[in-house]
């Protein structure tokens, strides 16, 4: 016998699924903490002039060095257009250079410049904010099985969504 379980046509019963999400209890909670974990790092972010996304970006510079623009478009997996204008943000920021590939002259390369160092240690301190914000009240144990538990979750959707990186 399944178990009965309240929707949100019963405003009195917070944190009832809707109707829809009945079977699907823990992708509802998956989809709820994500939302909330995007909207406090984008608050986060706010505080040292960072738009969401853009922090995924310079990281990708910060570990990777100069890439082609395509390179890098391809890599945050984002329309054109979107990481154009995050380019053209970053830059007039100063955080990023674009300039012509010497080995392509019709190739763009992007690296982040040396002023975004200083962002390098605000975005790797934002960062550690959100992650004790997000784990308060964890135990280590718990943070750890989180982190193994969370591995397994992208596993299978990184399986599903044919976006494993190779081996």
Not at 97 to 120: K, Q
Not at 121 to 129: F, K
Request: aromatic share 2%; net charge negative.
């Amino acid at each position: 016998m399944k178990a009965e379980s309240t929707t949100s046509a019963d405003p009195a019963c917070p944190g009832a699924l809707p109707g829809a999400a009945l079977d699907g209890p823990v992708s509802h909670a998956v989809s709820r903490v994500a939302r909330l974990h995007r909207i406090t790092a984008g608050r986060l972010l706010k505080g040292l002039g960072l738009y969401p996304g853009q922090e995924f970006l310079m990281m990708h510079l910060w570990d990777t060095g100069a890439v082609r623009q395509a390179e890098l478009i391809k890599a945050m997996d984002l329309d054109p257009s979107t990481v154009t204008k995050m380019l053209q943000r970053l830059e007039q920021a100063g955080h990023v250079r674009r300039r012509p590939d010497p080995d392509d002259r019709r190739a763009v390369l992007v690296e982040a410049t040396e002023e975004s160092c200083a962002l390098h240690a605000e975005v790797r301190g934002a960062w550690s904010g959100l992650e004790e914000h997000t784990l308060a009240g964890l135990e280590p144990a718990e943070r750890a099985e989180l982190a193994r538990l969370l591995a397994k979750v992208e596993e299978n959707l990184c399986h599903e969504a044919g976006e494993c990186p190779a081996p």
